[in-house]
């Protein structure tokens, strides 16, 4: 059974500072891995998707890197503004999965500090 | 581009009353969907999926129930709502080979 564990479960850091969010995950075998960010009574906005057979992805100041072997990922967020303050979550999708059920973790909350 | 609709965004329900919250999805054809249910202080939580019409798996046995009676329209429904179904419902959709999911922005339910 896949299991996805985010540490730290809070963050707060400096308004300028470079970042690194957690995400384990307990079953190799995995499709993908996505990254969200969630504000306060808000939805999840995808922010990356790393494929299985992908190392890493960047969107601008954000850079997603998947390991597999280790069962890993981090989210590196670069000189971070106090907008980036949100829940981030990283979720995993099963490779036998062709129904695309995600297993997430329990976020990362981060507050950037003016 | 697809966009994800979901109503309402707040609702407040006694006990004992009906549910039923929608959700579509615009801009693309055939989609998996998903219900999710978020509660305070944990993780999200998958309720009920959907890979197609009148198609739909549960995930946990509980007092909710979903239907799909159209390819891109998912709804999520109880016929009388307990206290313990306060949450917030989110509802997704995923295609396509790396089944990225996008979601809507929720409702926050509480039932009083």
């Known amino acids: 059974k896949q299991e996805v564990t985010q540490i730290p479960a809070a963050l707060s850091v400096p308004e300028g500072e470079n970042l690194v969010l957690n995400c384990s995950f307990t079953d190799s075998a995995i499709y993908n891995l996505q990254w969200f960010r969630q504000d306060p009574g808000k939805g999840l906005t995808s922010l990356l998707l790393?494929?299985?057979?992908?190392r890493e992805q960047t969107s601008g100041r954000l850079n997603a890197s998947l390991d597999k072997s280790s069962g890993r990922s981090t989210l590196y967020i670069a000189a971070s503004q106090p907008g980036d303050s949100a829940t981030y979550l990283c979720?995993?999708?099963?490779?036998?999965?062709?129904?695309?059920?995600?297993?997430f973790g329990q976020g990362t909350t981060l507050q950037v500090k003016p | 581009s697809q966009t994800i609709h979901q109503w309402p965004a707040t609702l407040v329900q006694p006990v004992g009353s009906p549910l039923s919250l929608e959700c579509t999805v615009e801009g693309t054809s055939n989609p998996n969907l998903y219900w999710y249910r978020q509660a305070a202080g944990r993780g999200l939580q998958l309720l009920f999926y959907?890979?197609?019409?009148?198609?739909i798996s549960s995930e946990v046995p509980q007092n909710l129930s979903a239907s799909r009676p159209q390819d891109r329209q998912f709804i999520l429904s109880s016929k009388k709502l307990l206290l313990s179904d306060s949450g917030f419902y989110l509802c997704?959709?995923?295609?396509?080979?790396?089944?990225?999911?996008?979601f809507g922005q929720g409702t926050r339910l509480t039932v009083v």
């Open positions: 790393i494929q299985s057979s992908q």
């Open positions: 959907s890979v197609g019409i009148g198609q």
């Open positions: 997704a959709w995923s295609a396509g080979g790396t089944l990225e999911a996008f």
């Open positions: 979720a995993a999708l099963r490779s036998t999965s062709n129904t695309g059920k995600l297993i």
